[in-house]
């Protein structure tokens, strides 16, 4: 029986084998080794989630905390980036990307094209999104769209172990600057992942589930809930196709088209907001490019327009429920 | 003098001053006559800190620059005909005309890119030390921001980084008077921005800027001390730019005569060139020589820039994953 380990333990697996491989790869953030100055335990946290739990007695110096600095801390893997190291580096939450957002659109992004071909910025930034945790308007956000949105970025964002390990591999093998987006919700989910290294290339979704019914276009950890509700809707005979499209930049828009094509109907589930999204560019891909294929209005089921509430009350009728995902998925089957 | 330099190492920094100064008279020219297209920068009145600070690095240390980083560039050794081809947008430009004035980069020369963005250059410097750090090259980053943007947080944040991490780095701050069109004796919060530096833990000096044995000897100490392992000196050279924040800025905000005051009295070329030929064996007839060596490689780089080509619409679409 294949190996089974947590998502979490997948990253952790894919940068001790990227560190041992490579000794330009830095792992750089607040508390990636944690207890750094402490009369505690050096170690101590590895990682605001445990991710880099471990790899700090394994590669010295390689690995290194950082005052609590994002503008700093992330320009510093820039420029290491950019003079011949490839660092991964965390931003702890997305919704950081506000203190230090410059180093990413205006430095990391920009230097290969702006300086006409002549730099690689091979850095990764980790980091993570999602709601679910109880944890707030600034501490739930889904911001991918917004990398998504800057010429220059690859924005990955894994919905299992399997895929994490994988992307990871490609995002430090890859010369261009790489957000990395993890769903803390995922940290904890189990799945098949072989041991040896493996990297998976960007700009090819995964098609989760075939089916000829409906297309179902997911993002993140919205998968596994369009999974979910694909296997009830499989008892009510609705056969759906489900597209994890892995990367957001690049994206497999072959892939998107391909299954409109076959099933005629599309439902987009995007954590997100409503607005200028992944859901409303992939509607607008299959409005451009599939528009004869379309045999139903496209359906988009996000977050609404609206911060992340903190209450559990509110915060579950934020997130994209299956309820709703199945609701939406009947409506554009039973159209015309 | 107070530094060990040699005759040709100082006729070395007149050439770079000049290059500079000739580099920068010409911009101005050509930008007046509608010649020269966005936004730029000049750093003529400034070539002493440039020079004197450049001249203590490596070929294989790196500088970030910022939004006024000619002299940077030229300083570090950056070919002055790429550089007038980018501002051109001239094909043959070192960014092959996708950077322009204020993106003029070249890590092969070390220097790591002028910046639109004030504060921009610190964190990026940081990283090209950690660099140098962790590959145990003894070399050195270097960042040259203004007095605008020393009061960024992405400054005051890698000032922090730099000493936490005692990292090889060195940061000089040009205090030309003005961000923009605002004092820097209102905006700045203390009399000398190298007394930030105590906040840090780190080593803080504040020299004359005007004078290029003052810079060189600061720099010369700091760099040594990143390369030895005693972590990052902030130096503040307080100095005047002859020119406008940017080419169509007229200046209102300076006093009348301001300018030509300080190019009669405060010139660093003018200054250095006096010293040379007063306590050197350097004549007056050997800076000449220079100046008319310099005049015709600034004339050679104009004529070659205009002569260029501009990039075609194939450039439009390279240099950039797309997938769309």
């Known amino acids: 029986m294949a190996r089974k380990i947590l998502y979490r333990d997948a990253i952790n697996e894919a940068l001790d084998q990227e560190m041992a491989r490579d000794d330009t790869v830095l792992v750089m953030g607040e508390d990636v080794v944690g207890g750094t100055g402490t009369n505690g335990e050096m170690d101590a946290w590895g990682g605001a989630f445990g991710v880099t739990k471990g790899l700090y007695g394994k590669y010295g110096d390689r690995i290194m905390d950082s005052p609590i600095s994002e503008s700093a801390l992330i320009g510093a893997a820039v420029g290491a980036a950019a003079t011949g190291m490839r660092p991964v580096c965390e931003l702890m939450f997305i919704d950081f990307l506000g203190v230090c957002f410059d180093q990413i659109y205006n430095q990391a992004a920009k230097f290969r094209y702006m300086f006409g071909g002549k730099v690689k910025t091979p850095v990764v930034i980790r980091t993570m999104y999602g709601a679910g945790f109880r944890a707030g308007a600034q501490h739930s956000q889904c911001l991918y769209n917004i990398f998504t949105h800057i010429p220059g970025l690859k924005v990955v964002m894994p919905s299992t172990p399997y895929d994490a390990k994988g992307l990871l591999i490609q995002a430090i093998r890859d010369d261009d600057p790489v957000v990395f987006c993890e769903h803390k919700a995922l940290y904890a989910t189990e799945g098949e992942v072989p041991k040896e290294s493996y990297a998976i290339p960007f700009g090819e979704a995964n098609i989760v589930r075939k089916g000829g019914d409906v297309t179902i276009v997911a993002l993140g950890r919205m998968v596994l809930l369009a999974g979910q509700v694909a296997e009830t809707l499989a008892g009510d005979g609705i056969h759906c196709e489900i597209i994890d499209p892995r990367t957001t930049s690049p994206f497999d828009e072959d892939a998107v088209l391909e299954s409109v094509g076959n099933t005629g109907r599309l439902v987009i589930v995007d954590e997100s907001n409503p607005r200028?999204?992944?859901?409303?560019?992939?509607?607008?891909?299959?409005?451009?490019?599939?528009?004869?294929?379309?045999?139903?209005?496209i359906e988009m089921v996000t977050a609404p327009h609206t911060p992340v509430p903190f209450s559990g009350a509110l915060e579950d009728l934020y997130i994209p429920s299956p309820e709703r995902i199945d609701a939406a998925i009947r409506k554009v089957v039973a159209y015309g | 003098m107070t530094t060990a330099l040699s005759v040709e190492d100082l006729l070395n920094a007149y050439r770079t001053m000049k290059t500079i100064r000739d580099f920068e008279e010409c911009v101005h020219v050509e930008f007046a006559k509608g010649e020269i297209p966005g936004f730029v920068h000049l750093y003529a009145g400034e070539e002493a800190s440039a020079t004197g600070v450049c001249m203590n690095l490596r070929d294989d240390d790196y500088i970030a620059s910022n939004h006024r980083g000619h002299g940077h560039c030229i300083a570090k050794g950056v070919d002055v005909h790429?550089?007038?081809?980018?501002i051109y947008g001239k094909r043959g430009g070192t960014c092959r005309g996708k950077g322009g004035?204020?993106?003029?980069?070249?890590?092969?020369?070390?220097?790591?890119?002028?910046?639109?963005?004030?504060?921009?250059?610190?964190?990026?410097?940081?990283?090209?030390?950690?660099?140098?750090?962790?590959?145990?090259?003894?070399?050195?980053?270097?960042?040259?921001?203004?007095?605008?943007a020393s009061n960024q947080g992405t400054t005051f944040e890698s000032l922090n980084l730099a000493a936490v991490w005692k990292l090889p780095c060195v940061f000089v701050v040009e205090n030309n008077g003005y961000a923009e069109a605002t004092a820097s004796s209102w905006a700045v919060s203390c009399e000398d921005i190298s007394m930030r530096a105590e906040g840090f833990g780190m080593v803080g000096i504040t020299i004359d800027g005007h004078d290029f044995f003052a810079v060189h000897e600061a720099a010369q100490e700091a760099v040594e001390r990143a390369r030895n392992g005693g972590g990052p000196t902030l130096i503040e050279c307080k100095l005047d730019r002859f020119f406008g924040h940017c080419e169509d800025d007229n200046q209102s905000y300076r006093a009348p005569n301001e300018v030509r005051e300080i190019r009669a009295n405060k010139d660093c070329i003018k200054r250095f060139a006096t010293v040379l030929t007063a306590n050197t064996e350097i004549t007056n007839s050997d800076l000449v020589a220079i100046d008319g060596e310099v005049r015709v490689l600034i004339d050679d780089a104009l004529a070659k820039a205009v002569a260029d080509s501009a990039p075609g619409a194939a450039d439009l679409l390279t240099d950039v994953y797309i997938t769309y």
Do not use: R, W, Y
């Open chain 1, 276 to 297: 200028c999204s992944m859901a409303t560019d992939i509607s607008s891909l299959a409005a451009q490019k599939g528009f004869e294929f379309l045999q139903a209005p």
């Open chain 2, 82 to 86: 790429g550089m007038m081809a980018e």
């Open chain 2, 101 to 148: 004035s204020m993106h003029i980069a070249d890590f092969d020369a070390g220097m790591m890119g002028a910046n639109g963005i004030v504060g921009g250059g610190p964190p990026l410097a940081c990283g090209a030390a950690l660099t140098a750090k962790m590959k145990g090259n003894g070399g050195v980053a270097l960042a040259f921001f203004g007095d605008g």
